[in-house]
Nanobody
Framework: QVQLVESGGGVVQPGDSLSLSCAAS????????MGWFRQAPGKEREFVSS????????YYTDSVKGRFTISRDIAKSTVYLRMNSLKPEDTAVYYC????????????WGQGTQVTVSS
């Protein structure tokens, strides 16, 4: 059973930075992409960012462009999300996900890590 292990959440002040990481427990996993999603209280889960495993093309939702950076370490089967200039509206549970090769969409999900931005 493949697991995604997330780390790096916490409580920060507006303007601070935070980094998240997500490691897949099985390095032979055939991944098309890895991504980050978030869900704020009372809201639906939304896409934040993703990276193609082959080639490294990145995608961001408009609200985080210029502030967040996604990257990957292929050897470690790990994806990172560097979050700068954090805002209170970035507060949410952040989930990493894997879109496996051959799957229709993201089909493996992490347990989530809480990010709270508050003064």
């Amino acid at each position: 059973q493949v697991q995604l292990v997330e780390s790096g959440g916490g409580v920060v002040q507006p303007g601070d930075s935070l980094s998240l990481s997500c490691a897949a427990s099985r390095r032979t996993l055939s991944m098309y992409a890895m991504g980050w999603f978030r869900q704020a209280p009372g809201k639906e889960r939304e896409f934040v960012s993703s990276i193609r495993w082959s080639g490294g093309t990145t995608y961001y939702t408009d609200s985080v462009k210029g502030r967040f950076t996604i990257s990957r370490d292929i050897a470690k089967s790990t994806v990172y999300l560097r979050m700068n200039s954090l805002k209170p509206e970035d507060t949410a549970v952040y989930y990493c996900a894997v879109h496996r090769v051959g799957a229709a969409n993201y089909d493996l999900w992490g347990q989530g890590t809480q990010v709270t931005v508050s003064s």
